[in-house]
């Protein structure tokens, strides 16, 4: 398993953009599928993206056409580009990572497929 740390949460107002990034320590991270996912108390964590090798990217519904999804390798670090924000966006945001090989199309979007995850960081979307 790796170490993760997100950054780059705060607070926006609606309409406007964040980019949250995580760091990866531990396994080659270019052999890692990375996720995102939030959480709002009270309610189960919600799949936002992922990205499995460089160019293979999912969406939750409810952010496609407003997140991108990218990886820099020689960094170890997952970037999630978020546009467009919504006050419904609020939340703590999540990086996850699992083997490659561990994960499908079909699994990619499940919070129980990853092995390690961050301790989160904040999103605040003012309306």
């Known amino acids: 398993q790796e170490q993760l740390v997100e950054s780059g949460g705060g607070l926006v107002q609606a309409g406007g953009s964040l980019r949250l990034s995580c760091t990866a320590s531990?396994?080659?991270?270019?052999?890692?599928?990375m996720g995102w996912f939030r959480q709002v108390p009270g309610n189960q964590r919600q799949f936002v993206a992922a990205?499995?090798?460089?160019?293979?990217?999912f969406y939750g519904d409810s952010v496609k056409g407003r997140a991108t999804i990218s990886r820099d390798d020689a960094k170890a670090t997952v970037y999630l580009q978020m546009n467009t924000l919504k006050p419904e966006d609020t939340a703590v945001y999540y990086c996850?990572?699992?083997?490659?090989?561990?994960?499908?199309?079909?699994?990619?979007?499940?919070?129980?497929?990853?092995?390690?995850w961050g301790r989160g960081t904040q999103v605040t979307v003012s309306s």
């Open positions: 990205i499995r090798g460089s160019i293979t990217t």
């Open positions: 996850a990572s699992a083997p490659m090989h561990k994960l499908t199309v079909a699994t990619m979007s499940r919070s129980s497929e990853y092995e390690s």
């Open positions: 531990g396994r080659p991270f270019s052999t890692l599928a």
